[in-house]
């Protein structure tokens, strides 16, 4: 029942080319740095993430990204990361953008094991209908775009069929955990960290302080330990402000 590994090194080092990882955090705020770093030095590529978003240009998923490691990315905001621009403007990622309350629905989903949900969001939307552009031919025109869902109407209002997320790994950052992979998120940490760490197959999440059993409150855990595969010890992570408004 000790899931804690010796680094993050070892904890991401079976995950190969072409890996599918749901990753928790919003902005920059919980987001498994860690974990994304020991990823980029273990060199693997063609990855596929599932996210709020992918980073800023210098860190979190960022730091993939810049390095051409990630293929295709689904989230829901991306306006902070000019590479990203640049990469998805040029055809060189693909991208599914997903309103933000189906994205963490989708997640909820995968990882309650729900295949679908019928949700108004998108109804009369290319979200709906199809045509967003998943990735352009670097001159201007569309190469890949989404197709249409499908649509049912349930007591006279229309719904769109949203698929549930799985991914083959998850990374996710807690403020406490336990051996056994029991985690407690903290303030707004618990945005998109529960819902990904219960869609991965693996889940390697990162904490802040790691105590022993039953040393956590049963009644503050937010993910159980059957969710979690990997702990690993992160004691002194740099967290940064993503954009910062001050008075004059």
């Known amino acids: 029942m000790n899931k804690v590994v010796e680094s993050a090194a070892e904890a991401v080092a079976d995950i190969p080319n072409g890996a599918s990882i749901a990753v928790g955090g919003f902005g920059l705020c919980g987001i498994p740095n860690v974990l994304i770093h020991a990823l980029l030095e273990s060199g693997v590529s063609d990855l596929e993430t599932v996210s709020n978003n992918c980073g800023v240009d210098d860190w979190g998923l960022g730091v993939l990204l810049a390095a051409k490691r990630i293929r295709r990315t689904t989230g829901s905001y991306v306006g902070e990361n000019k590479e990203f621009e640049r990469q998805f403007l040029s055809?060189?990622?693909?991208?599914?953008?997903?309103?933000?309350?189906?994205?963490?629905?989708?997640?909820?989903?995968?990882?309650?094991?729900?295949p679908g949900f019928y949700t108004p969001a998108g109804v009369g939307t290319q979200v709906a209908d199809g045509g967003l552009p998943w990735r352009y031919d670097g001159q201007g025109g569309i190469a890949l775009e989404s197709p249409a869902k499908e649509k049912r109407e349930f007591d006279g209002r229309s719904y769109v069929l949203e698929h549930g997320i799985r991914t083959d790994f998850a990374f996710v950052h807690a403020k406490y955990g336990d051996r056994h992979g029991n985690l407690v998120y903290e303030l707004s940490a618990q945005n998109f960290n529960p819902l990904c760490a219960a869609a991965g197959r693996v889940t390697i999440a990162e904490v802040e302080e790691l105590v022993e059993p039953g040393e956590l409150d049963p009644i503050q855990i937010h993910t159980a330990g059957i969710f979690v595969q990997r702990v690993v010890h992160t004691p002194d992570t740099e967290k940064r402000i993503e954009r910062k408004t001050v008075a004059s």
């Open 91 to 114: 055809g060189e990622l693909e991208v599914e953008l997903v309103p933000q309350g189906t994205l963490a629905e989708r997640l909820r989903a995968g990882g309650a094991g729900i």
